[in-house]
């Protein structure tokens, strides 16, 4: 049973502001988007409620853009062609969306085409190398790729591409997004996706990364775009204890982008931070350093902060007291798996294990009667963020949006798509697959695919690097007995992977490839446990 | 498009551009969701390619890369080639900024354009170039008082040029911020620049007393909560300070309880200046008061924790029940530390 939902405006407190009334206007703008049986505090019923994400539409506003391109006013994107077609295929991917080998063929066509010769991609063909067009290109050939000639994937100059990370890095652990370009946690997020998915990750690339982090995390909990490095980072050298002040506020895609880049840097973390002294003579020392933190606490209260109220249709914003919009579905939707599996199993309900058996029974029912029990031990409200997407989000004519009344765009129309999933399903790290794809790793394998590095290293740690790194990728799982879904399963789109934003599969056959390994099947997390 | 470029001819019928091979872009054949440019757009990132590759850097680029960004502001591959070509002329660079001031304003939402200026005061090393630019922050943000490229491009002149003389670049900021938030005290951007001006980059002249300061910076964030108690910007700066002076939370619970009853009528008639009272407008109970209380009750720990508990039912159930997740978390992990 959903409960009733909370309408009342954000108190103005009798003093109106420039924030107040914008907040207000939108309010009554959303709150029209209500359907009637949620204004009055009723029971959602799907007979009367038109809780239905619009498949077939947003999937023909998608197929439109690919076939017949896009529109004039698109040419503010041509420096983002990766983008569009990463947007495209991944919401394809959301949808459940296959494509035929003719389509996949001129994809990858496309994509290559805007490989650089120097390394990296840029956002069109001939258009200089860049740390976010490289992500995305490399997301969108991960959906439409594959091994072998002409497959896409043996087509990425990997060595080059290291180069050209090495060659955008600072000395404070942050990248330059193209030469000459900006520092921001995006380009350092994209760097960390790609490496890890293509078996690029090495010391030296990761240097003083988890630092810059963990500097840009602001009072507020959540992170800002970029710290300032000179003080710290001067002529005579590192100074740990100089301010390496935040510049912008705290912000909901670089918070994901953060986030997530802290995540992949937990292996780095764990092995290269020990301070004890060598074991054997070819095992140098640990650097020793005491590892960064950020404050779990405080970002916890930041992300779920971001949550709009009920007359918000529980859509996240980007920043405190700035409007909710689409697109934070997933950038703030998606840092909540990102917690959860940073704080470990059962952190956030001490029950967690014990009830698994029972939700899949839940789960059963919930097939039966469109209903559920909550059990749920997700931070916010799940319901909430798929009534946002469903409601604000779809655009009728096809396609999904910031908010009404506004067009829709292939950025918001993936975002607000991963946001919906993130929404539906539960997708955690899994102790037992970790250890499943332990047993059949092998690190010589992984070794031989591996890049051309810098400085030598402890080939042993190096090792551990890559290992961990691949163990920790791979092992998310959904727990298929947690999901949930507003308007009925009908309205399902497919679970995604936080950390890469691509489906779990098109994850495992990449990684698959790079590291040269043989992959153990899966198994569905609560279906394991089912009688 | 600038008034400048109408009516021009395309590049490919210029004579002054004949001695230059125009480089397509290639998508493969019949490509996939092609991008419909206007002739115009096409005909110059055509010259642009093929000055790209021929690695000419003169005048006529700079002509070449402004049409270009005119019509696409996100082209950071022509911002970067105009940038290395600035460079390659030792061209005049206030001349590069004024050129680009209107274009900063019409296009403040471009990390490029932001960007670009950033390149040219790091190239300039001029502090007056710099009091420029934060007069025309100033007045970018006037118009548009969220925007995070300019704020965060305010944020790095300050912090890079690190001005503290009298007078200098830093001296007139938190009276500026504080103006700003006279106009809105909801801008976040204002109270996130403001953390940066008095916390986070080293201590500005002045404040040496950092104990003061904190005390300052504490009312400071209390009357404007007074003024607009639900305004979750101003106690998140409240927060900021208590944490980052190592301040007990619990030094302000008796100016947190004015906020957690259900009517302001029932505050206190006594004026006490360091606890300020919410003015008549205010809707309380305040959901941030009570989540200050329930953490003081929590940081005191022991039998108090029992009392946090409460308050974050009342936010679960009653008052934030969006965030219910959240506050039963809250419970959760506060009773095991209590245990703890």
């Known amino acids: ?531 | 498009m600038s008034a400048e470029f109408e009516d021009v001819l395309l590049y490919a019928e210029r004579p002054e551009w004949a001695d230059v091979t125009p480089l397509p872009q290639y998508q493969g054949v019949d490509a996939l969701a092609p991008i419909n440019y206007s002739a115009e757009y096409q005909d110059a990132t055509d010259y642009f390619r093929g000055i790209v590759k021929a690695g000419e850097k003169s005048p006529r680029v700079l002509a070449l890369t402004w049409n270009i960004i005119n019509m696409n502001p996100a082209h950071y591959s022509a911002w970067q080639y105009r940038y290395k070509t600035l460079l390659a002329m030792g061209a005049d660079l206030e001349a590069e900024l004024r050129l680009m001031d209107d274009f900063a304003v019409t296009n403040m939402k471009t990390y490029q354009v932001w960007h670009h200026r950033r390149l040219l005061l790091t190239a300039l090393r001029s502090p007056a170039a710099a009091a420029a630019e934060l007069a025309f922050t100033a007045r970018v943000l006037a118009g548009d008082a969220k925007n995070y490229h300019t704020w965060s491009y305010r944020q790095w002149l300050l912090v890079h040029f690190n001005d503290d003389d009298e007078g200098g670049l830093w001296a007139g900021e938190r009276a500026w911020v504080e103006e700003l938030l006279e106009k809105d005290v909801r801008n976040n951007s204002a109270w996130h620049h403001r953390f940066l001006v008095v916390w986070a980059s080293g201590v500005r002249r002045g404040d040496e007393d950092r104990e003061a300061v904190g005390r300052t910076e504490s009312a400071f964030a209390k009357d404007k909560i007074a003024l607009a108690p639900n305004n979750p910007s101003a106690w998140n700066y409240l927060r900021g300070v208590l944490e980052h002076t190592k301040t007990p939370f619990a030094t302000l619970t008796s100016f947190v309880e004015l906020y957690i009853v259900s009517d302001a009528a029932e505050a206190p008639e006594v004026v006490d200046l360091d606890n300020p009272a919410p003015t008549e407008g205010a809707q309380l109970p305040c959901v941030h008061a009570l989540e200050f209380l329930a953490d003081v009750y929590e940081q005191e720990g022991g039998e108090q924790v029992a009392k946090a508990v409460e308050i974050w039912k009342s936010l679960a159930n009653e008052h934030d029940t969006m965030r219910k997740k959240y506050w039963e978390y809250r419970i959760r992990d506060g009773l095991q530390g209590a245990r703890a």
């Open chain 1, 1 to 531: 049973m959903a409960s009733p939902r909370d309408l009342r405006p954000t108190p103005t407190d009798g003093y109106s502001t420039a924030t107040s009334f914008m907040q207000q206007d939108t309010e009554e703008t959303l709150l029209a988007h209500l359907p009637q049986s949620l204004a009055s505090g009723g029971v959602i019923a799907s007979q009367n409620v038109p809780a239905v994400l619009q498949r077939n539409v947003h999937m023909q506003y998608l197929l439109r853009n690919l076939r017949q391109g896009f529109p004039q006013r698109y040419t503010g994107q041509d420096a983002s062609q990766a983008w569009l077609m990463h947007w495209t295929f991944q919401a394809f991917s959301c949808l459940g969306v296959g494509m035929d080998g003719e389509t996949k063929r001129k994809a990858r066509e496309k994509i290559l085409a805007m490989q650089h010769e120097s390394g990296g991609f840029g956002g069109g063909p001939s258009q200089a190398p860049h740390l976010l067009a490289t992500y995305a290109a490399v997301s969108a050939l991960a959906v439409v790729g594959e091994p072998g000639p002409g497959g896409g994937w043996d087509e990425i100059d990997r060595q080059k591409m290291y180069e050209f990370f090495m060659s955008v890095k600072q000395s404070d652990g942050s990248f330059l997004v193209s030469h000459h370009g900006e520092v921001d946690v995006r380009g350092l997020y994209c760097l960390l996706a790609v490496a890890t998915l293509l078996n690029l990750l090495t010391p030296e690339l990761l240097q003083g990364v988890p630092e810059f982090i963990a500097s840009c995390q602001t009072y507020e909990g959540g992170f800002g775009n970029a710290s300032f490095p000179d003080w710290a980072f001067s002529t005579d050298g590192y100074d740990p204890a100089a301010p390496r002040p935040v510049l912008g506020e705290a912000h909901g895609g670089y918070t994901f982008c953060a986030l997530a880049s802290w995540v992949f840097l937990q292996p780095y973390l764990r092995i290269y931070y020990k301070s004890k002294p060598p074991s054997t003579a070819d095992a140098p020392a640990a650097i020793d350093r005491i590892p960064p933190t950020i404050n779990m606490r405080s970002l916890i209260r930041w992300l779920t902060h971001m949550q709009g109220t009920g007359i918000e249709l529980g859509g996240f914003k980007g920043r405190t007291n700035k409007l909710v919009d689409g697109c934070y579905s997933w950038w703030v939707g998606g840092c909540f798996p990102l917690v959860d599996g940073l704080l470990g199993p059962g952190a956030s309900a001490a029950t967690h294990e014990t009830e698994t058996a029972t939700k899949a029974e839940h789960a059963q029912a919930s097939a039966e009667d469109n209903d559920w029990l909550d059990i749920d031990d997700a931070l916010f409200n799940r319901e909430a963020l798929q009534e946002y997407v469903l409601f604000a989000g779809q655009h009728p004519a096809g396609g999904l949006r910031d908010k009404p009344p506004k067009h829709p765009d292939s950025y918001h129309t993936l975002y607000c798509l991963a946001g919906l999933s993130a929404a539906q399903h539960r997708v955690g790290p899994d102790h037992s697959r970790r250890e499943a794809l332990l047993q059949s790793w092998d690190a010589d394998a992984a070794r031989q695919k591996a890049v051309a590095s810098g400085p030598p290293d402890s080939q042993e740690r190096l090792d551990s690097l890559r290992r961990e790194s691949f163990l920790d990728a791979l092992c998310w799982l959904e727990d298929e007995g947690a999901d949930k879904y507003v308007g009925g399963s009908a309205n399902r789109v497919n679970a995604t992977q936080p950390l890469f934003n691509l489906t779990i599969t098109h994850t495992e056959l990449m990684m698959k490839h790079f590291y040269q390994q043989n992959l153990p099947s899966r198994v569905p997390k609560a279906a394991a446990t089912r009688p």
